[in-house]
């Protein structure tokens, strides 16, 4: 079974990252989640990097937000694929989150995903496992037909509200 780890800065991000959560389960992916950041247990976070894929961890997902060093320095200690979410903060609505995670440097990507974006974080870990696992390449089809036919129906009942 593919297996996503999702590592929070703080206990308070759970309430976004629940999301992903949700996302990644619906799709039949183990999901682990730890509490680690990157500035008050820097020393755990890196073990944690640097263990993931012998744990069976096939993608990191990390949030954070403020500084929101904790994606970069993930992806420091591991060659697994990061997405960055990053959380939305008093201070700046999240754009700090956004820009520290966003503006890596040159040869330690992560990929960034919308502020409190979540589930987008969960499909986007989905799309790089579906590139190993076929089940879920077909659940993601499925998945996007699900949303297209979604909004057709609402098209079709609009357009028989405006004619009526």
Request: hydrophobic share 45%; proline share 4%; net charge neutral.
């Amino acid at each position: 079974m593919p297996k996503v780890g999702i590592v929070m800065g703080s206990i308070s991000d759970l309430e976004v990252v629940k999301g992903a959560k949700k996302v990644l389960e619906g799709f039949g992916v183990e999901v682990e989640m730890r509490v680690l950041s990157a500035h008050r247990t820097p020393v755990e976070a890196a073990r944690y990097a640097q263990d993931a894929e012998k744990n069976g961890i096939e993608v990191l997902i990390a949030a954070a937000g403020k500084a929101a060093h904790l994606p970069g320095v993930l992806a420091a200690y591991t060659t697994l694929p990061v997405i960055g979410l990053p959380i939305k903060s008093s201070t700046l609505d999240g754009l700090d989150s956004l820009l520290s995670i966003v503006q890596m440097p040159s040869g330690v990507p992560v990929a960034t995903v919308a502020i409190n974006g979540s589930e987008n974080a969960a499909l986007l870990a989905v799309q790089m496992l579906a590139l190993r696992y076929k089940h879920l390449a077909d659940k993601l089809r499925e998945h996007k037909q699900r949303m297209a036919q979604q909004v057709l129906e609402q098209d079709k009942k609009l357009q028989e509200e405006v004619i009526s």
